[in-house]
């Protein structure tokens, strides 16, 4: 079956009709130069408060910053869709493969629960498979679970909670076995670049990767996400998506970032090195029983207990921390962002003093003389209205 035909298919009859519509429209005017813009509604007199001029729309097609981002990944400008953040193409990818009401999605557990929130809203039934003992990917349950249902695999590549990688034959093992369409979120990729599948897409016809600047690149105030796939996908992504979602700014600052693209090199191995070592003190200390392999620039670990440490750490320490234990396997665990130097320091230094801080006879004598104070200090206000 030829490729064109598959993605007929896999598109809901009313996103068919849409998407006919709308490559039925004019095309937007290319502005040349002794051109008026008078077709638009905007204004024309700059922006205030400022010397920039941000009056007009951004370019819907993101030009340059495709450019840039072709020539860095190696695609055809034609097989990059540019989104606000990962966040939106991760919702614009459901909304135009699934049938509201009537596909199904497969994914995994533990797991960013953002895929399901949008498929929640589209009214889609998830299956969430539980990852294996060492996060492994399921293969022979994912397989018997594809029903004929089953329209989108969503596959998180690194897992945004456990940090870790699938191995690259099981993910293309299952891509290219697959009627459908498979999501690889790679937006954590940046620490683990290496295990990137974006070189499939020439390959698998049915395969989205979706990436963003968020992380190494440090844009997450001025999100920008990216989707690679065939150009086919691409030019059905680009109609449905919102015309000027990603605003000038962001546009402007990525294509900047990728002029300079080995800073986030450096800043990456930089942050391998501070994981690794913050990683090397937490093993030993009492109040952390386990601490996972991490792939990217968070670390999963299982302490003694997960509730008292979450609260001191917030309390005592201000300091937030992201408690995972909610998830099948991972109970007592949480999640810690490797940061800068000074700020592991005093994350480290937080879990060091978690021993006596949060013992349970310092917590009774810290209660109790709490209890007491507060009873001293009653007495006093009573003295003081009997003239005593």
């Avoid at 020439?202 to 001025?222: E, K, T």
Wanted: a negative charge; proline letters at 4%.
């Amino acid at each position: 079956m030829e490729h064109t035909e598959n993605l007929n298919e896999w598109l809901p009859k009313y996103i068919r009709k849409l998407v006919a519509s709308k490559t039925a429209l004019a095309k937007e005017p290319i502005l040349k130069d002794g051109f008026l813009n008078a077709h638009r509604s905007t204004g024309l007199y700059g922006t205030i408060g400022t010397d920039e001029d941000y009056s007009q729309r951004p370019d819907i097609k993101a030009t340059r910053l495709k450019e840039e981002l072709a020539a860095y990944v190696g695609l055809d400008v034609k097989q990059i869709c540019i989104g606000n953040g990962s966040t939106e193409l991760v919702d614009l990818v459901i909304r135009t493969f699934c049938h509201s009401g009537k596909d199904r999605i497969l994914g995994f557990q533990p797991s960013d629960p953002r895929m399901a929130h949008f498929a929640q809203m589209q009214a889609l039934e998830v299956d969430l498979l539980t990852l294996g003992s060492n996060f492994e990917m399921p293969i022979f349950e994912v397989k018997e679970n594809i029903s004929d249902a089953t329209k989108m695999l969503f596959i998180e590549n690194p897992n945004h909670i456990t940090g870790s990688c699938f191995p690259k034959f099981d993910i293309v093992d299952l891509a290219t076995g697959f009627d459908g369409i498979v999501v690889i979120d790679e937006s954590a990729i940046d620490y683990a670049s290496d295990q990137s599948l974006i070189s499939i897409v020439n390959d698998c016809p049915n395969v989205i990767i979706i990436q963003s600047f968020s992380r190494a690149w440090g844009l997450a105030g001025l999100p920008i996400g990216m989707a690679y796939a065939s150009p086919e996908i691409i030019h059905i992504l680009n109609l449905l998506k919102p015309l000027f979602s990603v605003n000038s700014i962001a546009q402007k600052m990525a294509t900047k970032a990728l002029y300079v693209a080995d800073q986030k090199d450096r800043i990456v191995t930089k942050t391998i090195q501070e994981r690794e070592q913050v990683r090397a003190i937490l093993e030993k200390l009492p109040a952390v029983l386990e601490v996972f392999e991490s792939e990217t620039n968070t670390l999963l670990l299982r302490v003694e207990d997960v509730d008292l440490m979450t609260e001191h750490l917030k309390k005592e320490e201000l300091i937030y921390v992201l408690n995972v234990s909610h998830f099948t396997g991972l109970e007592n665990c949480i999640r810690i962002t490797i940061g800068k130097g000074l700020d592991n320091m005093r994350l480290v230094k937080a879990f060091k003093d978690m021993p006596s801080k949060t013992a349970g006879p310092r917590l009774f004598w810290k209660t109790v003389s709490s209890g007491l104070r507060q009873a001293s200090s009653f007495l006093g206000v009573f003295k003081k209205i009997l003239g005593m």
